[in-house]
């Protein structure tokens, strides 16, 4: 995996240290990303933050950190549900160890044992 830097050099194919609409739909598809045009034209305005019809490297590396954040905020998320669906499912199998348990002491007393 390439760096940012990299990256956005590696996309900037005329080397204007700004990457144009073509650059990026050339990019992505080198990373082979088959993208509609509605979504380039959707992830260009993601990145193009001043409107400007270019995107910098500060643009660049903004956007990229926001979709850092979200993937962590997402693997926070799936972290914390994991934890949840554990507890919920080990408190019913406490739950019916208890019930099970119960019943057997039940019977034993029943049956004087
Ligand atoms: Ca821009």
């Known amino acids: ?6 990256t956005f050099r590696i996309y900037d194919d005329n ?6 609409y073509e650059e990026l ?11 509609s045009k509605a979504e380039l034209d959707e992830l260009f305005a ?4 001043d409107n400007s019809g270019t995107i910098s490297f500060d643009e660049f590396i903004l956007e990229l950190r926001v979709c850092l954040n979200n993937i962590i ?3 926070r998320f799936f ?4 934890i949840i669906t554990f507890v919920t499912a080990a408190l019913a199998l406490l739950s019916l160890l208890t019930v099970a348990v119960a019943s057997m002491l039940a019977l034993a007393n029943k049956c004087n044992i």
Not at 1 to 6: E, I, L
Not at 25 to 35: E, R, T
Not at 46 to 49: G, S, T
């Open 25 to 35: 739909k050339n990019g992505v598809k080198d990373y082979g990303l088959n993208m």
């Open 46 to 49: 993601c990145f193009d933050k």
């Open 73 to 75: 905020l997402a693997y």
């Open 15 to 20: 080397g204007s240290r700004m990457l144009e």
């Open 79 to 82: 972290i914390v549900l994991a």
């Open 1 to 6: 995996m390439n760096c940012p830097r990299r």
